[in-house]
């Protein structure tokens, strides 16, 4: 299995956890053939979110965190773990584009335009 398709498990994960409140064990038997990799992205997210909720927040700027619909939430935050983690920033925000385009994006591109800001101001603040 790829990483994007990884990530996307991922991104199913981490809002099935936030939308419907269950365990990330509960999550990950709702998704068929979920990848290790998967797994571990949600994981990862869930472990550090205090951190990476920190981090994004005072990232945006005339916005809260609880303004962004749960899927960019999840999103931004896959993206910010993968940031903390030194995984390479071009890669990384080019995945979260990617994925933003397939399950939030409306057609009009604000939401892709909204989290490459974001994403940016993010990666830029970590060092």
Request: proline share 1%; net charge negative; hydrophobic share 40%.
């Amino acid at each position: 299995m790829n990483r994007h398709t990884s990530r996307s498990q991922a991104i199913q994960l981490l809002y099935n956890v936030e939308f419907t409140q269950v365990s990330i064990i509960d999550a990950e038997n709702a998704i068929e053939n979920i990848s290790d990799d998967a797994k571990l992205f949600a994981e990862g997210v869930l472990n550090n979110l205090n951190e990476i909720d920190q981090i994004i927040s005072n990232s945006l700027q005339n916005y809260t965190l609880n303004r962004l619909n749960a899927v960019d939430r999840a999103i931004i935050r896959l993206a910010t773990y993968e940031l903390i983690k030194k995984e390479p920033k071009a890669i990384v925000i080019n995945e979260a584009l990617e994925l933003t385009k397939e399950f939030s994006d409306t057609g009009d591109r604000k939401a892709v335009k909204f989290n490459n800001r974001l994403l940016d101001t993010i990666a830029s603040k970590i060092k």
